[in-house]
């Protein structure tokens, strides 16, 4: 399985673990929730479900409403199929959820793992949000020291491209570093709202976590929906 059809399967699964879902609304939330997808196409969905469908982890059943399906075999089509996860694939999409290695922290990668953070553990998220963190420094460095050494050689054009670039995965970096910082002001202020109670799982769950920008440019802590994390269009992928 190629890394982008890897993705899709994740995204799917994500989706469906939230509702079944016919092909259509599929495509219609990868499209608009998880803009990382508004180029793929029917031709690349349907063969995913398909594949998903053949492994076990979703079902194939008709259309809720009778009178769609009625309505569509008077007309001579197909009912819409609804996608349902099962047991096993809402296993599969937990197992994925749990990985933090290499792949979690690159570009179109890490912006699928993102938007499913809400289902994510607090310590996996950390581990995510940090490996990101560390590959784009890597990168910034890299990007600093070619642009040192071929100033000199750019026309006035090429420069401010090569400037946009930087300044781009600078703003992802700062970004970072204030979802990392209200993870852990999160986790700290759960730990001390715990201290002498009754043990409490303080890994899971979307809360805590994430800031909130407010009118003037600070920003505070809320448990509401993540914020959509740059895209790696802009300029900020090699």
């Known amino acids: 399985m190629s890394r982008r059809s890897g993705i899709l399967e994740f995204a799917v699964l994500g989706l469906l673990r939230e509702a079944p879902m016919h092909g259509y609304e599929l495509r219609k939330r990868l499209n608009t929730s998880l803009g990382i997808f508004r ?12 594949t998903l469908v053949a492994n076990g982890r979703l079902i194939e059943e008709p259309g809720s409403a009778p009178e769609d399906a009625l309505a569509a075999s008077l007309a001579g089509r197909r009912a819409k199929i609804v996608y349902r996860l099962t047991a096993e694939g809402k296993e599969h999409f ?8 290499p792949d979690s922290w690159e570009d179109e990668h890490f912006a699928a793992r993102f938007a499913f953070f809400g289902q994510t553990e607090r310590e996996v998220r950390m581990r995510v949000l940090e490996g990101r963190r560390s590959r784009l420094e890597e990168r910034l460095e890299k990007m600093r020291a070619s642009l040192a050494r071929t ?24 970004w970072l570093n204030e979802l990392i910082e209200s993870e852990r002001a999160g986790r700290d202020q759960r730990q001390s709202a715990t201290d002498g109670s009754a043990q409490q799982d303080s890994t899971s769950g979307p809360s805590g976590g994430l800031p909130r920008h407010t009118g003037d440019g600070s920003t505070g802590s809320t448990s509401s929906r993540p914020a959509t994390p740059p895209d790696p269009s802009d300029g900020s992928v090699n």
């Open 151 to 174: 100033r000199e050689r750019l026309d006035d054009y090429t420069l401010e491209l090569q400037r946009h670039g930087m300044e781009s995965v600078e703003r992802e970096v700062r």
């Open 39 to 50: 180029a793929f196409s029917y031709g690349t969905l349907y063969p995913c479900l398909k």
């Open 94 to 101: 937990e197992e994925l959820l749990s990985h933090t290695g």
